[in-house]
């Protein structure tokens, strides 16, 4: 189901729901990007600027699950540069542990929801969306909004 796939990953990447990561200190001196990190600095990665990154996403704002899939419609590859820039479990050594339960939990919750619901906002009105007035913390959210859900098979 390479849409569905590929909404998921949309989703992590528009949502970014923990947008700098955990923060990490540097165990040694060394150098990254041309930056030279002493030991003990704190660091804080931006997961959310990567992900709303214009130079890398063209249209960062508009949630478009297409970008994750190929002429073929089928989902980009682990090395697509767009994957590769998709961080929202981290990376490397600490990566999340659970990020494999995460997404398998991800399809199977909105695939059995899509599946009997249907979606909309409260009848007359939409979901305003601004991803700068999220609300912060260590996972973002958004504020409250209400949505009415109607079983399918009414
Ligand atoms: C959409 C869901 C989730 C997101 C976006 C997410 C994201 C993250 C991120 C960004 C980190 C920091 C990685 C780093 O330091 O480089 C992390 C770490 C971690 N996550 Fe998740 N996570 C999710 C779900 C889960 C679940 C379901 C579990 C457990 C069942 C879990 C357990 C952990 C643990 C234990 C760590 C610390 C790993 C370490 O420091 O070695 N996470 N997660």
């Not at 399809?107 to 912060?136: A, H, I, Y």
Request: a positive charge; hydrophobic letters at 35%; aromatic letters at 12%.
């Amino acid at each position: 189901m390479p849409y569905t796939e590929a909404t998921i990953l949309e989703a992590h990447r528009f949502l970014t729901v923990v947008p700098f990561n955990i923060p990490h200190i540097a165990v040694r001196n060394s150098t990254i990007g041309g930056y030279n990190i002493k030991k003990g600095s704190q660091i804080w990665l931006n997961i959310w600027g990567l992900h709303h990154d214009e130079t890398i996403w063209g249209d960062p704002e508009n949630f478009r699950p297409e970008r994750f899939l190929d002429d073929n419609d089928r989902v980009l590859t682990a090395e697509h540069r767009f994957r590769k820039c998709l961080l929202p479990f981290g990376t490397g050594r600490r990566v999340c542990v659970g990020k494999n339960l995460a997404n398998n939990r991800l399809f199977l919750f909105l695939c059995s929801m899509l599946q009997r619901f249907e979606f909309n906002p409260e009848d007359g009105k939409t979901v305003e969306w601004d991803s700068k007035q999220m609300r912060f913390g260590l996972a973002l959210s958004h504020k409250p909004y209400k949505m009415r859900f109607t079983p399918r098979n009414k």
